[in-house]
């Protein structure tokens, strides 16, 4: 028995000299060293193997502290012995799948070089103090010391491990506050930013987007990193439908691998969603003061509950809504929560332009007698939906900022008994609706920000006694800036006869723009009079501008034209699995100008060339072939090298139509964007049309990853 536990540890111990030789090797040639997509998987086994051999190293480490004499009651020479052996094979395992996890994104920073290399030195102490443990005899100093010393190698690798997984002081943050945390603020003090907003990101989102964890490129530990944004851009944007990116994923099913925090990470509370969302949509202003919102705001309510304060809450006469009636409204796009904890009152917010419906404020009315607050901000909002919202008796607060309402049945609004608060900020109202509005008997306060009214008929407003307007700073030396006009039509593939509109809130705002993808001006450019019909390929920019105010921001939309029907697609060369998104359909599926590499839009190629054939069953008489493509330097997805385009009767009489060449470029450039190629040539009939764009074969010397395959990503091929 005893020959036979000896030569089980024996293969056991070759097995992981071997591997901590591999490991050696591996660390010498690792920047040439690719993990394949096979390997990723032993790579993510590392949070699941690595506990093990820290305890059993740990225990054996103990034991040789502890013992004494070989004759010593606590001398278990078999037991150790098999500890230790179990201890060097899982610590390999678990040095071998750390290194592989290492090579993913996200992971560059100083604490990651010092946990990998203390893990490599832990994987071979522990193969070098089994194959020398005749020499090392347990009872001896010399032992005692090499015990303690590992000892220490183990915690300080496993506190690092913490540090990289669950944020800084992981380990010893129980112990007590940190010498720098800061006292509770007083409710009148505190700003939305430093005392709502930074704290939920500390505790949810920190711990993966720091200076030595920064998953997507991302870092958040400052405002500067925060709207700087990561990989994928920038986080919030108000002129989106979702808010951007940051909202938007905090929205996606727990299951969606896009969903933030990921699944095993803490995830923000419904109540910390709504804030963040408030936040954004309120201007993401850094600076505001809590106690300068309104108490219906959802954020001023939440500051309630966190910050405490000496305002009391509005006491209600109506009973809560049933908790399953409002889980079954509630929608991705439309968030209903309690204006704070244990309070009958509710308010709703509404999200995603696209996906917004008349009937999504009708699907309201079970709760009609709790809704006090409702902000349909940026909605498509038409006037005859003003009648709905007039059915909500309990209505104190109704936000209506940049909808599409022209004001003419604000009369409505007067069934509104309770209404203290109205916001139009960005809509087509007039002086003649505005009147209307003195017939609700509780309005105390309405917003008209940016609204087109004159500077004389504001002040007409203004010095009326029953209702305060809110008309925003004005000066006769002071000039503003126009808000970007907003282009209303949203997909990017334009069928024949197609075309684009574009709109502004402010009434007499003029619209020049560009169809070439220069900057437009105020003088020579085209002015949007009506919808832009869509002949070809289109880069449109557009500018507002005004007589008494500057010239607004730019808007900037590529516009493909749809062309010929392809009848079928064959992708030539492999696509790479990770990126494979729904194979040959997804060249002419229609879906175009997404710039999320993991969307699932995406075909991606590294280790071959992109090449596909399209087929006519009939000869198209073709004169242009469009391809629409991705660039992420910081993902290595980069423009192609060289582009073919083929074509001819069939693949085997195919001619060499056009080729467009690239340079690499000398710098990176943040963020992703669209690239649109365009290959034109001379009319001709043909019937299959062979596309190749050849990825760039080493990224440059100013790449982190320099030397290795750069990706070529696709998305869409269009024949005109």
């Known amino acids: 028995m005893r020959r036979y536990l000896s030569d089980w540890k024996g293969l056991i111990y070759n097995l992981a000299f071997f591997l901590n030789g591999l490991l050696v090797f591996l660390l010498l040639f690792e920047s040439r060293f690719t993990v394949p997509i096979w390997m990723q998987a032993v790579g993510r086994m590392h949070p699941l193997v690595l506990h093990f051999p820290l305890v059993v190293l740990i225990l054996y480490s103990l034991w040789v502290v502890v013992v004494e004499k070989p004759e010593s009651t606590r001398w278990n020479a ?24 290492s090579k993913e994104d996200g992971y560059e920073s100083d604490t990651l070089q010092w946990h990998k290399w203390l893990g490599i030195a832990i994987s071979l102490t522990s193969v070098i103090w089994y194959g020398s443990r005749k020499y090392l005899e347990p009872w001896k100093l010399t032992s005692k010391v090499v015990a303690a010393s590992f000892l ?111 699944r095993g990470k803490v995830q923000l509370t419904e109540e910390e969603i709504v804030l963040l969302a408030a936040w954004v949509k309120g201007g993401s202003r850094f600076d505001q003061l809590v106690s300068s919102l309104s108490p219906q705001n959802p954020v001023y309510a939440y500051a309630q509950n966190v910050l405490g304060g000496d305002r009391t809450e509005e006491q209600y006469d109506f ?39 008349s009937e999504d404020i009708e699907g309201l009315m079970p709760l009609k007698g709790q809704i006090v607050s409702m902000d349909l901000s940026k909605m498509p909002l038409k006037d005859e939906d003003l009648k709905t919202l007039a059915n909500f008796p309990e209505l104190r607060k109704l936000i209506l900022n940049f909808t599409d ?72 030396t002071l000039i503003l800036a126009l808000n970007a006009p907003i282009i209303v039509t949203e997909n990017q593939l334009v069928a024949n006869n197609g075309t684009v509109a574009l709109k502004h809130q402010i009434a007499g705002t003029i619209i020049r723009y560009t169809l070439d993808g220069t900057e437009p001006d105020s003088a020579k450019s085209l002015v949007y009079d009506k919808p832009i019909p869509i002949t070809k390929n289109v880069d449109l920019k557009a500018k507002a501008f005004k007589t008494g105010w500057y010239g607004s921001s730019g808007v900037d939309k590529y516009f493909f034209k749809a062309g010929y029907h392809i009848d079928s697609v064959q992708l030539i060369t492999p696509v790479d699995q990770r990126y494979k998104a729904k194979g040959a359909s997804s060249i002419s599926d229609g879906k175009v100008g997404d710039t999320e590499r993991v969307s699932g839009n995406w075909l991606g190629y590294v280790e071959n060339d992109f090449q596909s ?27 192609p090298t060289r582009i073919e385009v083929w074509g001819g009767a069939n693949e085997k009489s ?38 190749i764009a ?11 990853g320099k030397g290795q395959k750069a990706w070529v990503f696709v998305d869409e091929v269009l024949v005109n």
């Open 78 to 101: 078999e037991l150790a012995d098999s500890l230790l052996i179990i201890g060097t094979l899982t610590a390999v395992v678990a040095a071998f799948s750390g290194f592989i996890l």
């Open 152 to 262: 220490v190698l183990l915690f300080v690798g496993g506190h690092l491990g913490g540090n990289l997984t669950h944020g800084e002081d992981f380990l010893i943050s129980p112990l007590g506050p940190s010498e720098d945390e800061s006292p509770k603020v007083a409710f009148e003090e505190a700003k939305v930013f430093n005392d709502l907003v930074r704290p939920v990101l500390e505790q949810k989102c920190l711990s993966c987007h720091n200076e030595e964890k920064a998953k997507g490129g991302l870092q958040i530990q400052t405002q500067a990193l925060l709207t700087k944004g990561g990989k994928g851009g920038i986080l919030w944007d108000t002129t989106k439908a979702d808010l951007g990116v940051l909202i938007s994923r905090l929205h996606l099913p727990l299951d969606d691998k896009k969903h933030m925090p990921p």
């Open 319 to 357: 009973s809560a809504a049933d908790a399953d009636e409002v889980k079954k409204l509630n929608t991705t796009y439309r968030l209903i929560k309690p204006l704070s904890a244990e309070s009958p009152a509710l308010f709703v917010n509404f999200y995603n332009r696209a996906n917004f419906k």
């Open 405 to 476: 309402i022209s004001g003419a049945t604000l009369g409505e609004l007067k069934k509104l008994k309770n209404l203290r608060e109205l916001s139009l900020s960005g809509t087509a109202v007039k002086m003649a609706h505005m009147k209307s509005l003195e017939g609700i008997p509780s309005l105390k306060r309405v917003y008209i920000w940016s609204t087109g009214l004159s500077t004389q008929e504001l002040a007409s407003l203004k010095k009326g006694q029953k209702i305060t307007f809110e008309t925003g700073f004005r000066s006769d």
């Open 613 to 639: 054939y399209l087929f006519f069953k009939k000869p198209v008489k073709a004169a242009n072939v469009t391809l629409s493509m991705l660039r992420n330097l910081g993902s290595s997805i980069f423009p």
């Open 654 to 691: 195919l001619k060499l139509l056009k080729v467009i060449t690239e340079t690499v470029p000398a710098k990176d450039m943040a963020g992703a964007q669209n690239l649109v190629y365009e290959a034109s040539f001379e009319p001709q009939e043909l019937s299959c049309i062979k596309v």
């Open 694 to 704: 050849k990825p760039l074969a080493k990224l440059p010397e100013w790449h982190a």
